[in-house]
C-alpha cells in the first residue's frame, strides 16, 4: 500500500471548515483513499473515500487532486465532536484487504 | 445503523492466564478483523478472518494469539498465555463492502 504524510496536528475553530491535508505521490492507479477517524480511545470511524472524484456525504467532502498524489478531507462546519485523529490512508479496494493506520493528524476544534 | 459490538469493555487479567475477547461482526459482512492499539501508539493490524479461516496476519499475530468463530455470529480472539506487553485495546472490525470497514469500540485489556 502507498505510503501516506499528513501533518501530526491542526486547529480550527468551530462553527469553520476544516481542511485536512494527506500526501500520497506514490499511489496506484487502482488505490482508493480512505480517510478515518479515532475519536479518543473509540474504534475507527470511516468517513469517505474516493478514487480520483471528488467525493462527498453527510460527513465530508473529499477533494482529490487531478494527479491523485494527494487529497484534502473537508469538515465542512466543525464541532467540538469533529475533534479526533484522522486518518488518510491508501489500498485497494475489496474484500479482505486490511487498512494501515499511520499517526494520523490530531485535529483539535476549539471553542 | 449495523454496528459491530464487542465484549467485555474492559478486562483485567493476570500476566499468564488466557483471555477471549468476544466480537459479534454486522450480520452480512463476509470478512473479519481484529486489530490493537496500545496506548499512545498507532492502531496495528492483527488478523483477518474469511470463510472460516485466516487470510492474512501481521507479525504481531503469533502462536500465542488464535481466533475462531464459533457459530454464526461470534467472532472471536484468545490469548493463550497473556504477557504485560498485551495491554491494549482491541478492536473487532468487520466488511461487506469495499466502502471499509466497520470497527467495534473496543475491549480494553490489561495485563497486570
Known amino acids: 500500500d502507498a505510503k501516506t504524510t499528513q501533518p501530526p496536528s491542526m486547529d480550527c475553530a468551530e462553527g469553520r471548515a476544516a481542511n485536512l491535508p494527506c500526501n500520497h505521490s506514490?499511489?496506484?492507479?487502482?488505490?482508493?483513499v480512505y480517510w478515518y477517524r479515532q475519536i479518543h480511545s473509540q474504534g475507527p470511524q470511516y468517513i469517505i473515500h474516493?478514487?480520483?472524484n471528488n467525493e462527498t456525504n453527510e460527513m465530508a467532502s473529499l477533494i482529490i487532486t487531478e494527479d491523485r498524489k494527494s487529497s484534502t478531507l473537508i469538515l465542512p462546519h466543525a464541532t467540538l465532536r469533529d475533534t479526533a485523529v484522522y486518518y488518510c490512508i491508501v489500498r485497494v479496494s475489496g474484500y479482505g484487504q486490511n487498512f494501515v493506520f499511520g499517526p494520523g493528524t490530531r485535529l483539535s476544534v476549539l471553542p | 445503523e449495523p454496528e459491530v459490538t464487542q465484549t467485555p469493555s474492559h478486562q483485567v487479567t493476570q500476566m499468564g492466564q488466557e483471555v477471549i475477547l468476544r466480537c459479534v461482526p454486522i450480520?452480512?459482512?463476509?470478512?473479519f478483523y481484529w486489530y490493537r492499539q496500545i496506548l499512545g501508539q498507532k492502531v496495528e493490524f492483527l488478523v483477518s478472518?474469511?470463510?472460516?479461516?485466516?487470510?492474512?496476519k501481521s507479525e504481531i499475530f503469533d502462536d500465542q494469539f488464535s481466533v475462531e468463530r464459533p457459530d454464526g455470529s461470534n467472532f472471536t480472539l484468545k490469548i493463550r498465555s497473556t504477557k504485560l506487553e498485551d495491554s491494549a485495546m482491541y478492536f473487532c472490525?468487520?466488511?461487506?463492502?469495499?466502502?471499509?470497514?466497520?470497527f467495534g469500540s473496543g475491549t480494553r485489556l490489561t495485563v497486570v
Open positions: 474516493g478514487l480520483k
Open positions: 478472518f474469511y470463510n472460516n479461516e485466516i487470510s492474512e
Open positions: 472490525a468487520s466488511s461487506g463492502q469495499h466502502y471499509g470497514y466497520t
Open positions: 506514490t499511489i496506484s492507479g487502482n488505490e482508493y
Open positions: 450480520s452480512n459482512h463476509l470478512y
